[in-house]
């Protein structure tokens, strides 16, 4: 079984940084693609970033496009999100998922196969 752990959120003011990670573990893990998405209160769930994981090919949200970026530790099965000049309107809880069958369209969440159970991320103005 995958299992997908988030860690790294937390509350911070706005123009602040926070870095999330995401692991994965279970005996046959092997990902295509990992992407982050994030959801608000009262909102869709969106994408935010994506990162393939043989390549290394990064997608990014236009909200987020300068702002954060994703990357990947193979060895050790982890994502990160480097998340820099944070605004109030990127409070959310996020969410890590991996797609492990075939890398479709990388902003849509249908695409990902497993998820992580989501870390809380406020920004204060």
């Known amino acids: 079984q995958v299992e997908l752990v988030e860690s790294g959120g937390g509350l911070v003011q706005a123009g602040g940084s926070l870095r999330l990670s995401c692991a994965g573990s279970g005996r046959t893990f092997s990902p295509l693609a990992m992407g982050w998405f994030r959801q608000a209160p009262g909102k869709e769930r969106e994408f935010v970033a994506a990162?393939?994981?043989?390549?290394?090919?990064?997608y990014y949200a236009d909200s987020v496009k300068g702002r954060f970026t994703i990357s990947r530790d193979k060895p050790r099965n982890t994502v990160y999100l480097q998340m820099n000049s944070l605004k109030p309107e990127d409070t959310a809880v996020y969410y890590c998922?991996?797609?492990?069958?075939?890398?479709?369209?990388?902003?849509?969440?249908?695409?990902?196969?497993?998820w992580g159970q989501g870390t809380q991320v406020t920004i204060s103005s």
């Open positions: 990162i393939t994981w043989s390549g290394g090919s990064t």
């Open positions: 998922a991996a797609a492990v069958k075939f890398v479709g369209a990388l902003r849509v969440g249908a695409t990902y196969d497993y």
